[in-house]
């Protein structure tokens, strides 16, 4: 049996000492420590503002929250914003990834081998579900012939070696729409749950949300280069009603399991979209090589304002890697009694890109680590 890892306390208090009775800490987790990104900054300097209870008459050094100024925060003659329009921009979504240029570019294509009966089951769904959804999405990516280069990019699409701008729009389309709901359900589950038990969730709820809108951000941000047709939008309404149901089901049978289903189902999600980078830098996706990204995105990953399509993408799959990261941690933990180890912080692209996911092992010290960073920069506020 599992010994529950001690669920974690808002006062961030130390761990039991059967936590930090724990082996000396791996080189797996030396990178992400020695180096933080942007998102580990932001989220440890955060938190760590409230758990250290600054008192409300000092002027926080943080700035807006992730979901944008307090009202009492604005200037007295704040200009009325159009709730009408529904194109609003700014810092108003939950806490996301910002990546650095060397993040976008350091994540791998990799593959957790299933260990056990609910690890085989997720894998081998996941491994049909893609059999279909590639033949539902005309998905083709076939060896290149020998005499590509002497083919024209019309010849090499209409044998079926290369898909055009359109066919890649139309399956990443119908993916985001369906890869937003577990995060949602599993995030809605827990809730009622905690509720339910009267007690907390130890961690998981938000870290679930954000993944639900991350991936509802991604459709948002493909959507404004195509509209879809009437037949597209009721495919993923009757693939959206069949997923959420069964997943929703799955999740209440075994959570881990589902957890194990969404690591799998991201680790296809890199690879679709590390091809579609490649595409694109092979100039196989012409319309594409210098479009310039969206505003949408522009905002939401705080890129700059020559930022091009393929930046986007790249940003995605950095999204992408970090679910696979996520889920695959969250599924080898105890669902009823662990610490969600990303409440307080997150590893750096570093491990995210290059680690399939932590072992319950990993959790705990990454835990222990957050711990002892935080009351460190607290006894620093405190002596300032």
Same mark, same amino acid.
């Given at each position: 049996?599992?010994?529950?890892?001690?669920?974690?306390?808002?006062?961030?208090?130390?761990?039991?000492?059967?936590?930090?009775?724990?082996?000396?800490?791996?080189?797996?987790?030396?990178?992400?420590?020695?180096?933080?990104?942007?998102?580990?900054?932001?989220?440890?300097?955060?938190?760590?503002?409230?758990?250290?209870?600054?008192?409300?008459?000092?002027?926080?050094?943080?700035?807006?929250?992730?979901?944008?100024?307090?009202?009492?925060?604005?200037?007295?003659?704040?200009?009325?914003?159009?709730?009408?329009?529904?194109?609003?921009?700014?810092?108003?979504?939950?806490?996301?990834?910002?990546?650095?240029?060397?993040?976008?570019?350091?994540?791998?294509?990799?593959?957790?081998?299933?260990?056990?009966?609910?690890?085989?089951?997720?894998?081998?769904?996941?491994?049909?579900?893609?059999?279909?959804?590639?033949?539902?999405?005309?998905?083709?990516?076939?060896?290149?012939?020998?005499?590509?280069?002497?083919?024209?990019?019309?010849?090499?699409?209409?044998?079926?070696?290369?898909?055009?701008?359109?066919?890649?729009?139309?399956?990443?389309?119908?993916?985001?729409?369906?890869?937003?709901?577990?995060?949602?359900?599993?995030?809605?589950?827990?809730?009622?749950?905690?509720?339910?038990?009267?007690?907390?969730?130890?961690?998981?709820?938000?870290?679930?949300?954000?993944?639900?809108?991350?991936?509802?951000?991604?459709?948002?941000?493909?959507?404004?280069?195509?509209?879809?047709?009437?037949?597209?939008?009721?495919?993923?309404?009757?693939?959206?009603?069949?997923?959420?149901?069964?997943?929703?089901?799955?999740?209440?049978?075994?959570?881990?399991?589902?957890?194990?289903?969404?690591?799998?189902?991201?680790?296809?999600?890199?690879?679709?979209? $590390?091809?579609?980078?490649? +595409?694109? @830098?092979?100039?196989?996706?012409? #319309?594409?090589?210098?479009?310039? !990204?969206? =505003?949408? %995105?522009?905002?939401?990953?705080?890129?700059?304002?020559?930022?091009?399509?393929?930046?986007?993408?790249?940003?995605?799959?950095?999204?992408?890697?970090?679910?696979?990261?996520?889920?695959?941690?969250?599924?080898?933990?105890?669902?009823?009694?662990?610490?969600?180890?990303?409440?307080?912080?997150?590893?750096?692209?570093?491990?995210?890109? $290059?680690?399939?996911?932590? +072992?319950? @092992?990993?959790?705990?010290?990454? #835990?222990?680590?957050?711990?002892? !960073?935080? =009351?460190? %920069?607290?006894?620093?506020?405190?002596?300032?």
């Amino acid at each position: 049996m599992h010994a529950p890892i001690s669920p974690l306390a808002a006062s961030c208090r130390m761990l039991p000492s059967t936590m930090k009775a724990l082996p000396a800490h791996s080189a797996l987790l030396r990178p992400c420590l020695a180096s933080t990104s942007k998102r580990t900054l932001m989220t440890s300097s955060a938190r760590l503002n409230q758990l250290v209870a600054k008192t409300t008459n000092q002027k926080s050094q943080l700035g807006p929250g992730t979901e944008g100024p307090h009202i009492k925060d604005l200037p007295p003659k704040a200009p009325v914003v159009d709730v009408s329009d529904r194109n609003i921009r700014g810092d108003w979504v939950l806490f996301h990834p910002v990546y650095t240029q060397e993040e976008l570019r350091s994540v791998e294509v990799l593959h957790r081998e299933a260990r056990t009966l609910s690890d085989k089951i997720a894998y081998n769904f996941v491994r049909l579900l893609r059999w279909g959804f590639d033949i539902a999405s005309g998905y083709k990516h076939k060896p290149l012939p020998p005499n590509a280069k002497e083919l024209t990019l019309d010849d090499l699409r209409r044998d079926g070696y290369l898909m055009d701008e359109s066919q890649w729009l139309k399956r990443i389309l119908f993916l985001e729409s369906i890869a937003a709901v577990p995060g949602m359900v599993a995030a809605a589950l827990r809730h009622l749950r905690s509720l339910r038990l009267m007690r907390r969730d130890c961690g998981w709820i938000h870290t679930l949300l954000e993944e639900a809108e991350n991936e509802r951000m991604h459709l948002m941000t493909f959507m404004s280069l195509k509209n879809p047709s009437p037949v597209f939008r009721a495919m993923v309404i009757a693939a959206q009603g069949v997923f959420y149901n069964a997943f929703f089901l799955c999740y209440l049978i075994s959570p881990s399991t589902c957890h194990r289903f969404v690591g799998h189902l991201e680790e296809e999600a890199v690879i679709t979209y $590390t091809r579609c980078i490649e +595409e694109i @830098e092979a100039g196989h996706l012409p #319309i594409w090589s210098n479009l310039p !990204a969206p =505003e949408i %995105a522009k905002d939401y990953w705080r890129l700059g304002p020559d930022a091009k399509f393929l930046d986007v993408v790249y940003a995605v799959r950095s999204d992408e890697s970090n679910h696979r990261f996520v889920n695959h941690s969250l599924a080898s933990l105890n669902w009823k009694s662990d610490v969600n180890p990303f409440a307080l912080r997150e590893p750096s692209m570093a491990t995210k890109a $290059t680690v399939v996911g932590f +072992e319950r @092992e990993d959790s705990a010290k990454f #835990i222990q680590e957050t711990h002892h !960073a935080l =009351e460190e %920069a607290s006894r620093k506020v405190s002596d300032s």
